[in-house]
């Protein structure tokens, strides 16, 4: 991170104590302020306690879940939220997505991975401030019966504002720079997650499930092997 900046404050969520312990002794090596919390009701405690800038959230947890969690912490405010699932189902990582996680990673996880994931979120949402504060004067995009205000973070689908999580929004509002060219997975990992990997593809799909279950299924094509596209026409 810069100098001269106040280290980014972080709540891990972890009910298995060698667990929770070992991720916060490698984030606070690596930098950062760093909360535990140990259950769901603990975790939202914390959060209002501590206002981190970012939550690494386990999904399973006693009390209630961390799909709970993330409800009620993004109901307060948007917060990045990095979430960890012990199970690869699909099902469970689209729930979390739908309630606002932005990024999940499936256990057994690298220590240098959770920190590489952090970063890249931390990186995203200093630069949408960054665009934010500079007053952008873009105009509107139409696109298919679809409206998407950079500036003000905006997307209206046949004049009702649909609620996106950043990444959603990210991902979609790259998709539209392009309409109807499809975009390559690398690439678009590359652009919005600032990173790319074996599992990359899979963290993709899963947001462009979630994306399409809110902007219409027909609106993002997919090509197979190669990418993404946004229909030019709804
Ligand atoms: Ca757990």
């Not at 984030?27 to 914390?46: I, K, R, T």
């Not at 307060?76 to 099902?91: F, K, N, Q, S």
């Not at 975009?183 to 462009?208: C, N």
Request: aromatic share 4%.
């Amino acid at each position: 991170m810069p100098e001269g900046t106040q280290r980014p404050v972080l709540l891990v969520v972890e009910d298995e104590p060698t667990i929770n312990q070992a991720l916060a002794d490698r984030l606070v090596a690596e930098g950062f302020s760093v909360h535990q919390a140990w259950d769901g009701p603990g975790a939202v405690a914390a959060y209002e306690t501590y206002r981190p800038d970012l939550v690494v959230l386990d999904v399973m947890l006693p009390g209630f879940d961390g799909l709970e969690v993330c409800r009620r912490i993004q109901a307060d405010r948007p917060v990045p939220v990095l979430m960890v699932t012990a199970r690869d189902e699909e099902t469970d990582i689209l729930v979390g997505l739908g309630v606002g996680a932005d990024d999940y990673l499936t256990k057994p996880f690298r220590m240098r991975e959770v920190v590489a994931r952090i970063r890249a979120l931390l990186r995203r949402v200093e630069r949408a401030q960054q665009l934010a504060a500079a007053g952008s004067t873009e105009p509107a995009l139409h696109i298919g019966g679809l409206t998407l205000d950079r500036a003000g973070r905006r997307v209206e689908t046949g004049g009702v504002e649909v609620h996106l999580t950043p990444t959603e929004f990210d991902l979609l509002a790259l998709l539209a720079t392009q309409p109807g060219v499809v975009l390559r997975r690398e690439a678009i990992l590359q652009e919005v997650w600032g990173w790319t990997d074996s599992l990359g593809t899979r963290t993709l799909d899963s947001h462009v499930k979630a994306l399409r279950a809110k902007v219409g299924a027909d609106r993002i094509r997919t090509v197979h092997g190669v990418g993404y596209a946004l229909e030019a026409v709804a």
